[in-house]
Each structure stands twice: as structure tokens, then as C-alpha cells.
């Protein structure tokens, strides 16, 4: 008999239907894969198979748990079987514990809730649970709050209290889209070794994730199942279109062609930028944290220049202050030979129009009282006063025009958009004045594999058209790879790697790069098995570590790397900062 | 944590001082002096008084003189209450009204906190729409209104409490002044409970909770109280703020002796020296009693505590 028999289960709010007629079951101590998009009502099913739909859901069909209907069931019998017989991982554990008690009690209080130990044997039962999903220290990590805890560290922290009581399903939804790429792997790594015979729902967006993790896998489109099967199967040939379209929008590390170089004039020069913050109120006084230590970066006419690295690495922070909006400690900054004062308020107006700036959140960085064509023409009014209502209007028509919008959407407000949509606004209105320099900062990170590469495929036109230069940070190398001449990996504040891409990829200089490229998962089954996982987590950057900052994590380190910093040197045409990098060869195969 | 303290007592010091200059200033702004009567006193006397207590001495001359006494906890003898100073009238009388406010804060705590529970669970239900409507009722009728009708209907028509202070004695005296001082903070304090119990019972580590296993009343005594109750401890400033105005009113409607009564009386004879000693004293009081807020509010919440 299934564990969990899910028949034809229907989810709505009202008028509008998230979920209709699916049907699946789940094994038990299989681990089943469930792909879709957003909005696709993954998290909604996952909701209701544990009874946590809000209220204002209804729900109709059945989702019988090794013989109980569980839509029908009263809150007494969900709350014997819940943690007990299913348990859930969320997505952003920082958000799911409780900031205001330690972790150890959050998780003790399971096992009181159920009756399944009391006193010191649940706090021993606790600690051996914490270091089974491998906190150090794990007697210590008992009285720490979610807060003292990396991104990491919490998720394993969240997932001991989804096996404390050993329930016979976990469910996992997007258990590691909060996490930086490194730590991602190692998460889902500690999902499959530490669940013995606990079936996996694994939820998630990701079909490289699926791939390497779920022996069978669902899809699903707009609350209804599309396709089911072996996950071997299913990617070597797809039955539905649906998943045909998910596969090929799924960006890849190992197929396509890079961009070849392009030699342009300069336009931005960014030299030896360092950017500090003052941490206040610590016990020890105001700390310094260094967020941007001596990156020197040259942006040529034409050129799309990738920013990758994890959280910390000071990406964002760097082109914060090349723009001007946060100051900058110590660099040069120069447009087209020219060097621009530090502070965006003392720029001339002509050159603040060269450099635009996109968002990750399309939807939060517009103005939710304006209606697109407003937006749009917004910066006409500073930048070119002079023009009349009517060539304002023009030029947002043409503007809406050239990203793909038709003239109607002049007048939509910001919640009416998809995500994709409200991205096309902010890159119209970022491009209306005609820039010559994009930063765009993690703008495709929240959207859905299909709309991502439209966008991707709408920057890559206007550029051609307008030899615009594109400055793309992000923290995915996949998403990079297709789009990006040249990228610059940074770690910490500092500059590890500045590469063209068809180099970086194929034979990174720096551990670090070749560690980033190993963590991406790859959408194929047959590859995805196999890959080194380093170890480890990105150090604060309040205390970076000595010498080669990297020197913890990384497998090649000597003596040396502890104890000196590495410069940046050239090597094969490659900036890098490794003490070895002429000596080893990380060749991608 | 010390050194937070510390500082924030050191930040004290020029609010304190703002607030005795504004004092002094509008003390003495005010038309006639502490001993215009309406006997004419003869020029001779009327120059010697003025002389013992320094009235004939600029302004600067005796808000430097004020002040220096202040600093050493010298608030100067009052005009009007002879052979007293007016450190000995806020020390007499304290005590009494610090009864009847810490008495109040409690029960506009007990209830209020509790009232907003029950509202919060059973949101939009005729529980919740009855504890809204009346803590909406509590907060716009103001005290001086309240406090009679309550002396009206429970003391004048029922006869179940006193109605004064004088000639009654016990804790049933106390009853109706504490009431009376409680009821709007007991209003303000069950509309931002029930708001913020809503707000963190929508949280993400509550649908955690949930997912555990744990029953609503697990969840709000184990997970969801703690953060619930950290803006109902920010609004103990502004409430304990709240309490001492409204027991210079609520002690004149009982004919209380506390302090209240010498604040008013003070204000009425142009007694300068205790008006703003009084007006120090209070405002000396809510400092360190913010300051214990801003405190308790590191110890609740771990975030705070460790930055």
C-alpha cells in the first residue's frame, strides 16, 4: 500500500482554482521529486497534506495517509500525526524557527508535544539529533539562537526537527532556494544520507535538484499533473511539452556556446574600489566590515561583464558604490576616461544618465501608485524636461514597444504584472534614457526558467542593437554562462578570478570558481551523481580568515595559503588570486 | 548591555536639563507671584520676603542658583507650605500615588494582555467585536469623565465603594481611583495585543509550530506570546506617561493626598519651587522607567540582546 495516496485533489480560494484534479502517491522510503513553476501550487499541496491550508481554502478530493483521509480529519488527529508521522522542511529557515527561543528548546518541545521524551533524555535526544545533521558542537548549537546561526547551519537545524520524532514522509519545499550555492549541495546531500527509510517529497523549481536526488519525479503545470515517471525517464524523453519546455529552459553549465570576447573602448573603470560599513553597537565597539577590498574591473563598450559570488562576497556592494549610492572608502571610478565624484548627488545629470540601474525584485522596485507608463516616462521628466507630453508619450510607447509589451500596459499598475512582465517595466525605464552602462543585480533571480531567458534573450537584443555594456551579478553560474563575455568571481570582499568566459568555464584558475561550477546542478540524471561537495560555509566577513580567505575550504591549500594573502596576477590571460593557480589544473571535464 | 545603559543614562542628562530650563521659563512666565494676595503686603515686607527667597535676583542669577541646588537634590523650600521643603512634600506624598499608578499599570496589564488574547484567537467572532468596541469606548472617553461616572453609579447609586478618600479607609478606597486610571490603558493595551498576537500568529515559525504538532494553546504560550508582547512593552513608556497625568486628575476627583494634588495645588498658589520640583521629579521618573522598557526589551528579544 502507498504511504500517502493524494486523489484528485482540488485547492481554491474563491473563484480562482490553484490546484485541480491531482493525483499522485508517494512510496514508502522512496523519494519522490515534485517540479514545477511558481504559482504552479506545489507549496499549496504540500500545505494541505498537512492540513496548514489558510482559511480561506477549500479543498475537495482526497489525501488519505496510510489510511487516513487527512482532508476530512479534525485538528486533533493532524496534530498526533504531524512531526510524528509527517514532518516539513521550509524554505527560508530563518523565517520558520522562532528568533525569540534557542533551537534546542524549539525542537525539544517536539518531543514533549508528542510524549515521546521528557527531561534530560529529550535533551539528549535533541543533541544527538543536531549532530546527526552535522552542527558542531551540537551541545552548544542547543542553546544558540536561529540569528548566531549561518544560512546552513539553520537548515540543518530545521531539518533535525523534521526528523526528531522519525516520521515515515518528510516533506521538503525548495528546502534550499535560501542558500548560497556551496551550501546547497551540501544540504541536499544531508537530505538523502540522514533520512534511512523516511519517504522524500522534495518540492522544488529546480530540475537539477530532481535530477540528482529524486528516484521518481512529478510535474506539475497550474495545479494539475503533467507528467510522472522515473526521473531517468522523464528527462531522457519528456511525454508532456510542459516538461519539454522545463528542460530546455533549464540553464546548463554543459551545452551551448559561450559568448566570444569583445574589444570595445572602455567605458567603466572601476579602480582598486574598497567599500566599509561601521557595525554599530557591538560589545567590542564599532567594528569595520569590509565589504569591497581592491577590485579593479574594466567594463568595455558592448560587453556583458558577470559579478558572481555568494552571499558576502560584496557583489552588490561594489556596484552600489560605483553608482554612487553608497560611499565609496577608497578607488577610482571613471566613465569614458573621466573620473565621476564619489557621491551620485554631486554627478552631472549627463552622466547619471549613463548608468542604470535593475533590480531583483521587479515588483517591490516599482512604484505601486504609478502606472507603468508613468514609471516608464518618469525619468524623462528629470533628464529631458523640455519635452512635450506628447513626445514623452512617444517614447514610452516605443520604450514598452522594444521590451515586449503591448501599448496597453501603459496603464497597468504594478500588481497587475507577473514578475516578468514588472522586470520589462523596470528595464524600459532603466533603458529610456539610453545608458550606456546596465547594472542589472540579481534581476532574473526571481523569476520562472521560461520568463528568465526572454529577458536574458531581451538584453542580449538591446545590446547588439546599442552596443549597451551589461553589468549581470548573480549568484548562478548556469544563468551566467549563456549571457556573459567575461565574469569576475569575488569571495569575501576581494577579487578571486576575472576570466572570459570561454576560459572560466571550461578551466577556472581559481578553486573557488571550480568549486561554484561543481555546486550547480545539473538538470541530467546521468551527470548529476558524482560531483565534489566542498565543505564548509562562507566565514563572516567580520573575521575573514588569514592569508587566502578561501584557504578553509579549499582542498589545494598549503602552509603558504594560511599564511600569506595571494596577489592578483595574470596567468594564461586570467586574473587570479591563487598562490597555486599555475600549478593546478582544474579543468572542467 | 552595561555600557548600553550607561550610555543611554548619560543621554539623560541634557533631556533632564531641557526640561527644568522649559520649567523654570514657564513657571515664571506665568502672571503674578507666589505671594500676591489680596491684602497688599507693605513694600518693606513685601522686599524682605522677596529677598529671603531670592525673588529680587535676575532670572539667570536664580535658575543658576535653582539648578545648582537641584544637582545636589536641593530642590529649595516651598513659598507656600512653610517649614517644608519640597523635597519633603514629593517624599510625603510619592508613596501614595505610587501606589495607586504601579496598582493600575498592573491591572491594565493583567487585563489588557488577557483581553487581547482572547480577541486575537477568536478574531472577527461577537468576542472579539465586544473587547474592540469597549477598549474603543475606553480610549475615547477621557478620565475625567470616566472617573465621575464611576463614582456616580458605584459609590452615589449602588453604595458598593466609597466615593472619596478621607474618612474611608482600606484597599475599597483605592478600588475606584486605580480603576479609573487603568481603564484606558487597559483599552490601549488590548488593541495592541490583539493586533500583534494576529501579526505573529501569521508568521512563518508558527505555521512551523503547526506543522509540529502543537495546539493554539502550545503555540501562543510556547511560541507566539513572547514576540507578541514586545509592543506592549514599547507602549509602557508612553502609558506610564499616561498614568501620572491622569493621577494629578484622578487624585483631585478623590480628593487623594498624593502627588498629584500638590502638583495641582502648586500650579494654583504660583508655589515655584514645588511645581518644578515636582515637574523634575516626573520627568526624572519617566526617563528611567523608558529606560527600563528599552532594557527589558534587549532581555526578551535575543536579536537586540546580542548586537
Not at chain 1, 314 to 327: C, D, E, N, Q, Y
Not at chain 1, 346 to 354: D, G, I, N, P, T
Not at chain 2, 32 to 38: I, L
Given at each position: 500500500?502507498?504511504?500517502?495516496?493524494?486523489?484528485?485533489?482540488?485547492?481554491?480560494?474563491?473563484?480562482?482554482?490553484?490546484?485541480a484534479?491531482?493525483?499522485?502517491?508517494v512510496?514508502?522510503?522512496?523519494?519522490?521529486?515534485?517540479?514545477?513553476?511558481s504559482?504552479?501550487?506545489?507549496?499549496?499541496?504540500?500545505?494541505?497534506?498537512?492540513?496548514?491550508l489558510?482559511?480561506?481554502?477549500?479543498?475537495?478530493?482526497?489525501?488519505?495517509?496510510?489510511?487516513?483521509?487527512?482532508?476530512?480529519?479534525?485538528?486533533?488527529?493532524?496534530?498526533?500525526?504531524?512531526?510524528?508521522?509527517?514532518?516539513?522542511?521550509?524554505?527560508?529557515?530563518?523565517q520558520?524557527?522562532?528568533?525569540?527561543?534557542?533551537i534546542?528548546?524549539?525542537?525539544?518541545?517536539?518531543l514533549?508535544?508528542?510524549?515521546?521524551?521528557?527531561?534530560?533524555?529529550?535533551?539528549?535526544?535533541?543533541?544527538?539529533?543536531?549532530?546527526?545533521?552535522?552542527?558542531p558542537?551540537?551541545?552548544?548549537?542547543?542553546?544558540?539562537?536561529?540569528?548566531?546561526?549561518?544560512?546552513?547551519?539553520?537548515?540543518?537545524?530545521?531539518?533535525?526537527?523534521?526528523?526528531i520524532?522519525?516520521?515515515?514522509?518528510?516533506?521538503?519545499?525548495?528546502?534550499?532556494?535560501a542558500?548560497?550555492?556551496t551550501?546547497?549541495?551540501q544540504?541536499?546531500?544531508?537530505?538523502?544520507?540522514?533520512?534511512?527509510?523516511?519517504?522524500?517529497?522534495?518540492?522544488?523549481?529546480?530540475?537539477?535538484?530532481?535530477?540528482?536526488?529524486?528516484?521518481?519525479m512529478?510535474v506539475?503545470?497550474?495545479?494539475?499533473?503533467?507528467?510522472?515517471?522515473?526521473?531517468?525517464?522523464?528527462?531522457?524523453?519528456?511525454?508532456?511539452?510542459?516538461?519539454?519546455?522545463?528542460?530546455?529552459?533549464?540553464?546548463?553549465?554543459?551545452?551551448?556556446?559561450?559568448?566570444?570576447?569583445?574589444?570595445?573602448?572602455?567605458?567603466?573603470?572601476?579602480?582598486?574600489?574598497?567599500?566599509?560599513?561601521?557595525?554599530?553597537?557591538?560589545h567590542?565597539?564599532?567594528?569595520?566590515?569590509?565589504?569591497?577590498?581592491?577590485v579593479?574591473?574594466?567594463?568595455?563598450?558592448?560587453?556583458?561583464?558577470?559579478?558572481?559570488?555568494?552571499?558576502?562576497?560584496?557583489?552588490?556592494?561594489?556596484?552600489?558604490?560605483?553608482?554612487?549610492?553608497?560611499?565609496?572608502?577608497?578607488?577610482?571610478?571613471?566613465?569614458l576616461?573621466?573620473?565621476?565624484?564619489?557621491?551620485?548627488?554631486?554627478?552631472?545629470?549627463?552622466?547619471k544618465?549613463?548608468?542604470?540601474?535593475?533590480?531583483?525584485?521587479?515588483?517591490?522596485?516599482?512604484?505601486?501608485?504609478?502606472?507603468?507608463?508613468?514609471?516608464?516616462?518618469?525619468?524623462?521628466?528629470?533628464?529631458?524636461?523640455?519635452?512635450?507630453?506628447?513626445?514623452?508619450?512617444?517614447?514610452?510607447?516605443?520604450?514598452?514597444?522594444?521590451?515586449g509589451?503591448?501599448d496597453?500596459?501603459?496603464?497597468?499598475?504594478?500588481?497587475?504584472?507577473?514578475?516578468?512582465?514588472?522586470q520589462?517595466?523596470?528595464?524600459?525605464?532603466?533603458?529610456?534614457?539610453?545608458?550606456?552602462?546596465?547594472?542589472?543585480?540579481?534581476?532574473?533571480?526571481?523569476?520562472?526558467?521560461?520568463?528568465r531567458?526572454?529577458?536574458?534573450?531581451?538584453?542580449?537584443?538591446?545590446?547588439?542593437?546599442?552596443?549597451?555594456?551589461?553589468?549581470?551579478?548573480?549568484?548562478?553560474?548556469?544563468?551566467?554562462?549563456?549571457?556573459?563575455h567575461?565574469?569576475?568571481?569575488?569571495?569575501?570582499?576581494?577579487?578571486?578570478?576575472?576570466?572570459?568566459?570561454?576560459?572560466?568555464?571550461?578551466?577556472?584558475r581559481?578553486?573557488?570558481?571550480?568549486?561554484?561550477?561543481?555546486?550547480?546542478?545539473?538538470?541530467?540524471?546521468?551527470?548529476?551523481?558524482?560531483?565534489?561537495i566542498?565543505?564548509?560555509?562562507?566565514?563572516?566577513?567580520?573575521?575573514?580568515?588569514?592569508?587566502?580567505?578561501?584557504?578553509?575550504?579549499?582542498?589545494?591549500a598549503q602552509?603558504?595559503?594560511?599564511?600569506?594573502?595571494?596577489?592578483?596576477?595574470?596567468?594564461?590571460?586570467?586574473?587570479?588570486?591563487?598562490?597555486?593557480?599555475?600549478?593546478?589544473?582544474?579543468?572542467?571535464? | 548591555?552595561?555600557?548600553?545603559?550607561?550610555?543611554r543614562?548619560?543621554?539623560?542628562?541634557?533631556?533632564?536639563?531641557?526640561?527644568?530650563?522649559?520649567?523654570?521659563?514657564?513657571?515664571?512666565?506665568?502672571?503674578?507671584?507666589?505671594?500676591?494676595?489680596e491684602?497688599?503686603?507693605?513694600?518693606?515686607?513685601?522686599?524682605?520676603?522677596?529677598?529671603?527667597?531670592?525673588l529680587?535676583?535676575?532670572?539667570?542669577?536664580?535658575?543658576?542658583?535653582?539648578?545648582?541646588?537641584?544637582?545636589?537634590?536641593?530642590?529649595?523650600?516651598?513659598?507656600?507650605?512653610?517649614?517644608?521643603?519640597?523635597?519633603q512634600?514629593?517624599?510625603?506624598?510619592?508613596?501614595?500615588?505610587?501606589?495607586?499608578?504601579?496598582?493600575?499599570?498592573?491591572?491594565?496589564?493583567?487585563?489588557?494582555?488577557?483581553?487581547?488574547?482572547?480577541?486575537?484567537?477568536?478574531?472577527?467572532?461577537?468576542?472579539?467585536?465586544?473587547?474592540?468596541?469597549v477598549?474603543?469606548?475606553?480610549?475615547s472617553?477621557?478620565?475625567?469623565?470616566?472617573?465621575?461616572?464611576?463614582?456616580?453609579?458605584?459609590?452615589?447609586?449602588?453604595?458598593?465603594?466609597?466615593?472619596?478618600?478621607?474618612?474611608?479607609?482600606g484597599?475599597?478606597?483605592?478600588?475606584?481611583?486605580?480603576?479609573?486610571?487603568?481603564?484606558?490603558?487597559?483599552?490601549?493595551?488590548?488593541?495592541?495585543?490583539?493586533?500583534?498576537?494576529?501579526?505573529?500568529?501569521?508568521?512563518?515559525?508558527?505555521?512551523?509550530a503547526?506543522?509540529?504538532g502543537?495546539?493554539?494553546?502550545?503555540?501562543?504560550?510556547?511560541?507566539?506570546?513572547?514576540?507578541?508582547?514586545?509592543?506592549?512593552?514599547?507602549?509602557?513608556?508612553?502609558?506610564i506617561?499616561?498614568?501620572?497625568?491622569?493621577?494629578?486628575?484622578?487624585?483631585?476627583?478623590?480628593?487623594?493626598?498624593?502627588?498629584?494634588?500638590?502638583?495641582v495645588?502648586?500650579?494654583?498658589?504660583?508655589?515655584?519651587?514645588?511645581?518644578?520640583?515636582?515637574?523634575?521629579?516626573?520627568?526624572?521618573?519617566?526617563i528611567?522607567?523608558?529606560?527600563?522598557?528599552?532594557?527589558?526589551?534587549?532581555?526578551?528579544d535575543?536579536?537586540?540582546?546580542?548586537?
Amino acid at each position: 500500500m502507498s504511504l500517502l495516496e493524494v486523489a484528485d485533489l482540488g485547492i481554491r480560494y474563491g473563484a480562482s482554482e490553484v490546484v485541480a484534479g491531482l493525483s499522485f502517491s508517494v512510496e514508502p522510503g522512496e523519494s519522490l521529486g515534485l517540479v514545477g513553476e511558481s504559482g504552479s501550487g506545489k507549496t499549496q499541496t504540500a500545505l494541505a497534506i498537512l492540513g496548514l491550508l489558510p482559511a480561506a481554502a477549500t479543498t475537495s478530493g482526497s489525501i488519505r495517509f496510510d489510511g487516513i483521509e487527512l482532508l476530512t480529519a479534525d485538528e486533533e488527529e493532524m496534530n498526533a500525526l504531524r512531526a510524528e508521522r509527517i514532518a516539513i522542511v521550509f524554505q527560508d529557515p530563518l523565517q520558520a524557527l522562532n528568533p525569540y527561543l534557542r533551537i534546542g528548546q524549539q525542537i525539544r518541545r517536539i518531543l514533549l508535544q508528542h510524549g515521546l521524551a521528557s527531561g534530560r533524555e529529550a535533551d539528549d535526544r535533541v543533541i544527538e539529533m543536531l549532530e546527526r545533521v552535522g552542527l558542531p558542537d551540537p551541545k552548544r548549537q542547543f542553546g544558540a539562537y536561529p540569528h548566531q546561526l549561518s544560512g546552513g547551519m539553520r537548515q540543518r537545524a530545521m531539518i533535525a526537527s523534521a526528523l526528531i520524532a522519525e516520521p515515515d514522509l518528510l516533506i521538503a519545499d525548495e528546502p534550499t532556494t535560501a542558500l548560497d550555492v556551496t551550501v546547497q549541495a551540501q544540504i541536499l546531500e544531508l537530505l538523502a544520507s540522514i533520512r534511512d527509510d523516511t519517504a522524500l517529497l522534495l518540492i522544488t523549481h529546480d530540475l537539477g535538484i530532481i535530477a540528482g536526488h529524486c528516484e521518481r519525479m512529478l510535474v506539475i503545470e497550474q495545479g494539475g499533473l503533467v507528467e510522472e515517471g522515473l526521473t531517468r525517464q522523464v528527462f531522457a524523453a519528456p511525454q508532456s511539452r510542459h516538461m519539454a519546455r522545463l528542460l530546455e529552459a533549464a540553464p546548463r553549465l554543459d551545452r551551448d556556446g559561450v559568448r566570444e570576447t569583445v574589444v570595445g573602448k572602455t567605458v567603466l573603470d572601476v579602480r582598486a574600489a574598497a567599500v566599509s560599513f561601521r557595525e554599530h553597537g557591538s560589545h567590542r565597539g564599532d567594528r569595520r566590515l569590509r565589504a569591497v577590498r581592491d577590485v579593479t574591473l574594466q567594463v568595455r563598450s558592448g560587453e556583458t561583464v558577470a559579478v558572481v559570488g555568494e552571499s558576502g562576497s560584496g557583489k552588490s556592494s561594489l556596484f552600489r558604490a560605483v553608482l554612487g549610492l553608497i560611499p565609496l572608502q577608497s578607488g577610482i571610478v571613471s566613465f569614458l576616461g573621466e573620473r565621476l565624484p564619489d557621491d551620485v548627488r554631486s554627478r552631472a545629470l549627463s552622466v547619471k544618465r549613463e548608468l542604470q540601474l535593475v533590480f531583483q525584485d521587479p515588483v517591490s522596485s516599482l512604484n505601486p501608485q504609478m502606472i507603468a507608463g508613468k514609471i516608464i516616462g518618469e525619468p524623462l521628466l528629470v533628464h529631458a524636461p523640455e519635452l512635450g507630453a506628447d513626445e514623452r508619450r512617444r517614447r514610452v510607447l516605443h520604450m514598452l514597444e522594444k521590451v515586449g509589451l503591448p501599448d496597453a500596459f501603459v496603464t497597468r499598475f504594478p500588481h497587475e504584472l507577473s514578475g516578468g512582465q514588472a522586470q520589462r517595466v523596470a528595464i524600459a525605464r532603466a533603458l529610456i534614457m539610453k545608458p550606456s552602462v546596465l547594472i542589472c543585480d540579481e534581476a532574473v533571480a526571481a523569476l520562472d526558467g521560461a520568463v528568465r531567458n526572454q529577458i536574458l534573450a531581451l538584453l542580449e537584443g538591446v545590446q547588439d542593437e546599442t552596443g549597451l555594456s551589461i553589468v549581470f551579478i548573480s549568484h548562478d553560474l548556469a544563468v551566467v554562462r549563456g549571457i556573459s563575455h567575461r565574469v569576475l568571481v569575488m569571495y569575501l570582499g576581494r577579487l578571486v578570478e576575472l576570466a572570459d568566459s570561454a576560459r572560466l568555464f571550461t578551466r577556472p584558475r581559481h578553486p573557488y570558481t571550480r568549486a561554484l561550477i561543481d555546486a550547480v546542478p545539473v538538470p541530467d540524471p546521468a551527470a548529476a551523481r558524482g560531483k565534489q561537495i566542498i565543505a564548509g560555509e562562507v566565514p563572516s566577513i567580520l573575521a575573514p580568515p588569514s592569508g587566502c580567505a578561501f584557504h578553509p575550504r579549499c582542498a589545494y591549500a598549503q602552509d603558504r595559503c594560511i599564511a600569506e594573502r595571494p596577489n592578483e596576477r595574470i596567468v594564461d590571460g586570467v586574473t587570479v588570486a591563487c598562490h597555486r593557480a599555475d600549478e593546478i589544473d582544474l579543468t572542467v571535464c | 548591555m552595561l555600557r548600553y545603559t550607561l550610555l543611554r543614562l548619560l543621554g539623560a542628562i541634557p533631556t533632564l536639563l531641557l526640561v527644568i530650563v522649559l520649567a523654570f521659563l514657564l513657571v515664571h512666565a506665568a502672571p503674578g507671584g507666589p505671594f500676591d494676595d489680596e491684602r497688599v503686603l507693605p513694600p518693606e515686607i513685601a522686599a524682605n520676603i522677596a529677598a529671603y527667597y531670592h525673588l529680587d535676583e535676575t532670572l539667570p542669577q536664580q535658575f543658576w542658583r535653582y539648578l545648582s541646588g537641584v544637582v545636589r537634590g536641593d530642590f529649595g523650600p516651598s513659598y507656600r507650605y512653610r517649614d517644608h521643603t519640597v523635597s519633603q512634600l514629593i517624599g510625603s506624598a510619592f508613596p501614595l500615588s505610587l501606589k495607586i499608578g504601579a496598582l493600575s499599570m498592573l491591572l491594565a496589564v493583567i487585563v489588557g494582555v488577557g483581553a487581547g488574547i482572547v480577541a486575537a484567537l477568536r478574531q472577527n467572532t461577537v468576542a472579539d467585536r465586544v473587547v474592540m468596541t469597549v477598549a474603543m469606548t475606553g480610549i475615547s472617553i477621557p478620565i475625567f469623565v470616566v472617573a465621575p461616572v464611576l463614582v456616580l453609579l458605584f459609590a452615589v447609586k449602588l453604595h458598593w465603594l466609597p466615593a472619596g478618600w478621607s474618612g474611608n479607609a482600606g484597599y475599597a478606597r483605592l478600588l475606584l481611583p486605580v480603576v479609573s486610571l487603568a481603564l484606558p490603558q487597559i483599552a490601549y493595551i488590548a488593541r495592541l495585543t490583539r493586533a500583534s498576537l494576529i501579526d505573529v500568529l501569521g508568521s512563518d515559525f508558527v505555521r512551523t509550530a503547526k506543522a509540529q504538532g502543537l495546539g493554539i494553546v502550545a503555540i501562543v504560550r510556547f511560541h507566539a506570546l513572547k514576540p507578541a508582547l514586545l509592543p506592549v512593552l514599547s507602549f509602557m513608556g508612553p502609558a506610564i506617561a499616561a498614568v501620572l497625568t491622569g493621577s494629578v486628575v484622578v487624585e483631585e476627583v478623590f480628593g487623594i493626598p498624593g502627588l498629584g494634588q500638590f502638583f495641582v495645588r502648586g500650579a494654583l498658589n504660583r508655589d515655584y519651587t514645588l511645581v518644578l520640583g515636582i515637574v523634575i521629579f516626573y520627568a526624572a521618573l519617566i526617563i528611567v522607567l523608558n529606560l527600563i522598557v528599552d532594557v527589558l526589551y534587549g532581555v526578551i528579544d535575543p536579536r537586540i540582546r546580542h548586537r
